[in-house]
């Protein structure tokens, strides 16, 4: 566990930094403050309550907003610069949220916990509950550990970076080998967030200290293998990002991977998921290499022209469930992607393909996912 505490501590040390430095670009100097400027901004502040109160200081500003997955809330002025909002309560979860200020989004300068991404925008927020969530530290179980990794795609031509979570017993049992889950996240994030933000590594944690899931390996990697941020709707170019995606996977990660740890090399002993984009990517990976994935499932995904992208899957019913474990698809019902998560629903039941639909409760949310890995992970590498 220690590697991954110390990586964690000198990330959010720079995300702090930066956000000190970067808070003048909103602030004027106050004469009436004194020479060392106004006094600190607490925000957010987290009441007893659970109710949230946001602050930001921007005196030139002429509206300022807050919103996150909790929704969004016009802030007011109190006539010196500094704008403020309490919303909630909130549920007790980990949230992710930012600023606009006059139009532009930007994180929360007074908060050094920030969401990795390609190009920060969210802060993170974390509102306790009386007792641990599956997503919390508990220091009643044991932990495994992250271990970041930079390797060369020779697919792409360029290094790319991966982070793996091998469960608690792993450095103990030097003989043991381990069923691995890939696991992707979504449009603009990287390959920390699902840690950062997603907390993959506490959920398997909690899961596997109550017998509930397998000790496994997590593999996280960087979802934007041709370029940084897809281009919104541009269909060729996100279709060009999954295809060089597969190619790396398939070519540089899994060998790298199974060269590195100590993998069971089965298809029944490998998985692949992921959100949103990610979603779209294990989807599309998982059934088109079924000779290397038995477990498949796709959260919130980003499911485009299905029938034509796997034609080969839904072509022979048959051929497909003897080779799948699961394949489960998962989307919250006030999600913006529900409607061709239900028409995929929809296609694999008319060919008889088996696989199982979740409809929860719900948008395109961090605190929907995290329930579903919850969920998700009971389910592998079970007989």
């Not at 602050?55 to 996150?68: D, H, I, L, N």
């Not at 802030?75 to 909002?85: I, P």
């Not at 190009?119 to 044991?142: G, N």
């Not at 999954?242 to 790396?248: G, H, I, N």
């Amino acid at each position: 566990m220690k590697p991954f505490l110390l990586v964690i501590a000198v990330t959010g040390s720079i995300a702090a930094s930066d956000g000190l430095w970067a808070q003048p670009s909103f602030s004027a100097t106050n004469t009436s403050f004194g020479r060392f400027g106004p006094p600190p901004i607490i925000s957010p502040e987290v009441h007893a309550d659970r109710t949230v109160t946001f602050r930001v200081r921007a005196p030139k500003a002429g509206e300022v907003r807050v919103s996150g997955e909790f929704g969004d809330k016009v802030m007011t002025n109190d006539g010196t610069g500094l704008w403020s909002v309490t919303v909630g309560p909130l549920e007790p979860d980990l949230y992710g949220y930012g600023f606009s200020v006059d139009g532009f989004r930007t994180l929360d300068p007074a908060n050094s916990s920030v969401k990795p991404m390609r190009s920060p925008t969210t802060s993170m927020l974390d509102v306790p509950d009386d007792q641990p969530l599956m997503h919390d530290f508990r220091a009643d179980v044991a932990h495994g550990t992250v271990r970041l990794h930079t390797y060369p795609s020779r697919a792409l031509g360029k290094l790319r970076r991966l982070q793996v979570y091998t469960p608690p017993d792993y450095d103990r049992k030097s003989r043991t080998r381990y069923p691995v889950l890939y696991l992707l996240h979504g449009s603009g994030d990287n390959e920390a967030t699902w840690t950062a933000l997603g907390r993959a590594h506490w959920i398997a944690d909690n899961l596997i200290a109550r017998h509930l899931a397998k000790p496994l390996i997590i593999v996280m990697t960087d979802g934007h293998a041709a370029f940084a941020n897809p281009p919104p709707g541009s269909g060729d170019e996100r279709t060009r990002n999954r295809q060089a995606f597969q190619r790396d996977l398939i070519e540089d990660v899994m060998p790298f991977v199974e060269a590195s740890y100590r993998t069971r090399t089965d298809r029944e002993s490998r998985a692949i998921i992921g959100l949103s984009m990610g979603g779209g990517q294990s989807l599309s990976v998982g059934l088109k290499h079924l000779d290397r994935f038995a477990w498949v499932g796709g959260m919130s995904s980003g499911v485009r022209d299905p029938e034509q992208m796997f034609a080969g899957v839904l072509g022979d019913a048959q051929a497909t469930n003897q080779k799948l474990k699961l394949l489960w698809i998962a989307c919250g019902q006030d999600d913006f992607l529900l409607k061709p998560n239900r028409q995929f629903d929809e296609l694999l039941t008319a060919r008889g393909i088996r696989h199982e639909f979740r409809l929860s409760e719900g948008g395109h949310s961090w605190p929907v996912w995290r329930r579903y890995l919850a969920e998700f992970l009971p389910r592998l590498f079970t007989k």
